[in-house]
C-alpha cells in the first residue's frame, strides 16, 4: 500500500527531473560528438529497449497502416526535426538559455492550435501571457549574446524546434491513435532513429570510429531517462493525478535545468537569465489559467456594469 500511494510521487519526479536535465544532456553530447550521431544513438537504445520491452510482455510489434502513418508523421516532427534542431543548437547556446526559450511551447502551442482552428480563442490574460513569453526570451537571450554562451543562429534553431513541437503536437492532439502505448513509444522511436542514420549516412557523418563515451553517454541517457522513463511517468501519472497538476512539471522543468547547466556545465546564473525566465513562467501561467481569469474579468465588468 505505502509503494502504491509513493508510486506516483516517484513518477512526478521523474517527470520534473529528467525531463529538465534534457538541455544539459543535449549540450554535454552534442559538444562531444556530432549532432547526428547523438540523436542516432539515443534513438537507435529507446527503440532497440522498447522492442525488447514489448517482447518480454508479448506485445507483437503490428500497427496498422493508419496509425503508422499518424503516429510517423508526428515523430518525425517532434522527435526527429525537433531533436535535430535543438541538438544544432546546443553546439551554439547555452543550455542554461535553451532551457528558458523552451518554455515558449506553450505559447506555440497556443498560436498553432489558433491557426489550425482558423479561430484565436484567446482572452486578454493569454495575449499578455505570449507578449510575456517573448519578452522573456528577448530578455534571457541578451544575456547569452552579450555574454557569449549565445548566437543568433542558434536561438533561431530553438524558436525553430518550438514551432515544430507545437505542430507535431496539434497534430497527433487531433488524431485518433488506437495502438498500445508501448507500441506508440516504439514508432515514436523507431521513426527517428531512421531518420537521424539516414541523415548521417547521406551526409557522410556517420562514422562509428566518431563515437566516444562523451557523447554516447549523454545521448544513452536521453534515450533512457528522457523517451522511456521521463514519458512513461508521464503517460501513467495522467491516469493517477488530474491533469492540472500534472501539468505543473512544467514550472519545475526550468528550475531543474538552469540549476544543472550551473551544477555540471558550470554556466553562470545572472540577474538578466533568472528575470528572463521568471517572466516566461509568469506568462505561461497566464497563458494556463486565461480562461478562469477571462471569466473573471467578465464576471467583474457585467458587476459593475449593472
Same mark, same amino acid.
Given at each position: 500500500?505505502?509503494?502504491?500511494?509513493?508510486?506516483?510521487?516517484?513518477?512526478?519526479?521523474?517527470?520534473?527531473?529528467?525531463?529538465?536535465?534534457?538541455?544539459?544532456?543535449?549540450?554535454? =553530447?552534442? %559538444?562531444?560528438?556530432?549532432?547526428?550521431?547523438? =540523436?542516432?544513438?539515443?534513438?537507435?537504445?529507446?527503440?532497440?529497449?522498447?522492442?525488447?520491452?514489448?517482447?518480454?510482455?508479448?506485445?507483437?510489434?503490428?500497427?496498422?497502416?493508419?496509425?503508422?502513418? %499518424?503516429?510517423?508523421?508526428?515523430?518525425?516532427?517532434?522527435?526527429?526535426?525537433?531533436?535535430?534542431?535543438?541538438?544544432?543548437?546546443?553546439?551554439?547556446?547555452?543550455?542554461?538559455?535553451?532551457?528558458?526559450?523552451?518554455?515558449?511551447?506553450?505559447?506555440?502551442?497556443?498560436?498553432?492550435?489558433?491557426?489550425?482552428?482558423?479561430?484565436?480563442?484567446?482572452?486578454?490574460?493569454?495575449?499578455?501571457?505570449?507578449?510575456?513569453?517573448?519578452?522573456?526570451?528577448?530578455?534571457?537571450?541578451?544575456?547569452?549574446?552579450? =555574454?557569449?554562451?549565445?548566437?543568433?543562429?542558434?536561438?533561431?534553431?530553438?524558436?525553430?524546434?518550438?514551432?515544430?513541437?507545437?505542430?507535431?503536437?496539434?497534430?497527433?492532439?487531433?488524431?485518433?491513435?488506437?495502438?498500445?502505448?508501448?507500441?506508440?513509444?516504439?514508432?515514436?522511436?523507431?521513426?527517428?532513429?531512421?531518420?537521424?542514420?539516414?541523415?548521417?549516412?547521406?551526409?557522410? %557523418?556517420?562514422?562509428?570510429? %566518431?563515437?566516444?563515451?562523451?557523447?554516447?553517454?549523454?545521448?544513452?541517457?536521453?534515450?533512457?531517462?528522457?523517451?522511456?522513463?521521463?514519458?512513461?511517468?508521464?503517460?501513467?501519472?495522467?491516469?493517477?493525478?488530474?491533469?492540472?497538476?500534472?501539468?505543473?512539471?512544467?514550472?519545475?522543468?526550468?528550475?531543474?535545468?538552469?540549476?544543472?547547466?550551473?551544477?555540471?556545465?558550470?554556466?553562470?546564473?545572472?540577474?538578466?537569465?533568472?528575470?528572463?525566465?521568471?517572466?516566461?513562467?509568469?506568462?505561461?501561467?497566464?497563458?494556463?489559467?486565461?480562461?478562469?481569469?477571462?471569466?473573471?474579468?467578465?464576471?467583474?465588468?457585467?458587476?459593475?456594469? =449593472?
Amino acid at each position: 500500500m505505502l509503494f502504491q500511494a509513493v508510486l506516483p510521487w516517484i513518477a512526478y519526479f521523474n517527470i520534473c527531473f529528467f525531463w529538465g536535465t534534457s538541455t544539459v544532456a543535449n549540450k554535454l =553530447g552534442s %559538444t562531444s560528438m556530432h549532432p547526428l550521431m547523438v =540523436g542516432a544513438v539515443r534513438f537507435t537504445v529507446t527503440t532497440l529497449l522498447i522492442a525488447l520491452a514489448a517482447a518480454a510482455r508479448g506485445v507483437p510489434l503490428r500497427i496498422t497502416r493508419r496509425d503508422w502513418k %499518424t503516429l510517423g508523421t508526428g515523430s518525425f516532427l517532434m522527435y526527429f526535426l525537433n531533436t535535430l534542431l535543438v541538438l544544432f543548437a546546443a553546439v551554439r547556446v547555452d543550455a542554461s538559455i535553451s532551457t528558458i526559450v523552451l518554455c515558449l511551447i506553450p505559447v506555440g502551442l497556443v498560436l498553432v492550435d489558433s491557426l489550425a482552428q482558423r479561430h484565436f480563442d484567446v482572452g486578454p490574460p493569454g495575449v499578455i501571457g505570449m507578449a510575456g513569453g517573448f519578452a522573456g526570451v528577448v530578455i534571457a537571450s541578451a544575456s547569452g549574446l552579450l =555574454g557569449g554562451g549565445a548566437d543568433i543562429g542558434g536561438i533561431t534553431l530553438l524558436l525553430a524546434s518550438v514551432c515544430v513541437w507545437s505542430v507535431g503536437t496539434i497534430y497527433l492532439k487531433n488524431r485518433t491513435v488506437e495502438a498500445p502505448f508501448i507500441l506508440q513509444i516504439f514508432v515514436q522511436s523507431a521513426v527517428p532513429a531512421a531518420a537521424f542514420l539516414l541523415t548521417a549516412l547521406f551526409t557522410g %557523418t556517420l562514422r562509428p570510429s %566518431t563515437l566516444n563515451l562523451g557523447g554516447v553517454l549523454p545521448a544513452v541517457y536521453m534515450g533512457v531517462a528522457d523517451s522511456i522513463i521521463g514519458l512513461g511517468s508521464y503517460m501513467y501519472l495522467l491516469k493517477r493525478w488530474p491533469t492540472s497538476v500534472v501539468s505543473t512539471y512544467a514550472y519545475i522543468n526550468p528550475i531543474v535545468g538552469l540549476m544543472m547547466s550551473h551544477l555540471v556545465l558550470h554556466e553562470s546564473m545572472n540577474a538578466q537569465k533568472m528575470a528572463g525566465a521568471a517572466v516566461i513562467l509568469f506568462s505561461v501561467l497566464l497563458i494556463r489559467e486565461d480562461g478562469r481569469l477571462t471569466a473573471w474579468l467578465r464576471a467583474r465588468r457585467r458587476a459593475k456594469a =449593472g
